[in-house]
């Protein structure tokens, strides 16, 4: 298998899993802004989507063992990439890479090929949760601060969304203990422990550790002691099936494949559209600013949003020069722009202090 990806500055912006649900996000943002080529195992379902955008459509099946050759600008890949073929495509033809699609292993993976590879084009690993807005946002915190010390990222899953297959698969890990940084200290913790509720918005969400890249990036690139990840779903009673299941060690003896049917039943039950929404802390030196995002168009936007902007980024079309070599999104040299650049989208980033977000989560507990 030889994949021919080669860099054309005028060329397409090629979406790897462009008519997906977030890929078809993705490609509705990027249409105004390059020509795109929508890349996918089945032609025929992204033919709307092609006369909607004006893209060219192609057939690439990563698991065909058919070489693919394109001459294109970009490439974003939006669907798992479990052998880096595409990414190993990218880097030998020296064209600027982006990636929203990968778990915590499968990112360290992909960072370690990459700079086996030595790139010379940007490659921009953005899976952390959304596309990397997590990580933008407390990019954005720790410029006002001066620093992070400590990051906590709570998510509010509206059960009423749109999702994709490689959402679902990402929070299909429920089994599988990982490895934060607590305190300047790496532990492996079990997923679904620490459960606390905080309130995300308006609404106090009971929310549970789990997985995600942001937890393993932060603390190696802005130096975070302590980087956390918490997730509960817009349904409280959704929530507490989810911690009973792990209680009764379901996520364990439940783990292979027999029983992922029963696991995504579980997890996936998409709406036909819902907000999106995640809160993020940041401390430093004492002081903690706390960001509430809210995407009413839902995750698979805000998805899209963060894949949109790590683009841009490997493009140089933000205002800042393109990266060089292996980058995360919380690297971004233009923090102060972050929440200009998600309102452009129609995304809010309210920001205030951590206090005032408590004493309204226990005003809100007072009144029920």
Known sequence: MNDDLTFDPRGPVLLVGGYGTVGAELARLAAPHWPLLLAGRTVERG???????????????????????????????????????????AVRG????????????????????AALLRPTAPVLLSSAWMGGVASLSAAALAEDLGGADTVEVAIRWDLKDRAGADSVEFMDRFGLDFEVVQGGRRHTIMPLSDTRTVRIGAVPTKVTRFDTPEQFTLPLTLGTTTATTRIGFSSASSTSALLV??????????????????????????????????????????????????????????????????????????????????????????????AE????????????SARAADEALHTAGRAA
Request: charged share 20%.
């Open 47 to 89: 033919q709307r989507l092609a006369q909607e955008t004006g893209a060219r459509l192609v057939r690439w099946d990563l698991g065909d063992p058919k070489p693919f050759r394109e001459a294109v600008r970009a490439v974003v890949t939006v669907v798992n990439d479990p052998d880096d073929r595409v990414l190993r495509a």
């Open 94 to 113: 020296q064209v600027p890479y982006v990636d929203v699609a990968r778990w915590t292993a499968r990112m360290q993976r992909a960072a370690t090929v």
């Open 245 to 338: 299941a792990k209680r009764l060690g379901f996520f364990r003896w439940g783990r292979g494949e027999r029983f992922t049917p029963a696991r995504r039943a579980l997890l996936y039950a998409p709406g036909e559209g819902g907000t999106a929404q995640l809160r993020v802390d940041v401390s430093h030196r004492g002081r903690t600013l706390t960001a509430t995002v809210t995407d009413p168009a839902g995750q698979a936007h805000l998805t899209a949003l963060g894949g949109l902007l790590a683009l841009q980024r490997v493009l140089g079309a933000d205002g800042a020069p393109a990266p060089t070599g292996v980058v995360f999104p919380e690297q971004t040299p233009i923090p102060t722009k972050v």
């Open 341 to 352: 650049q998600f309102a452009t989208y129609g995304v809010t980033m309210d920001t205030t």
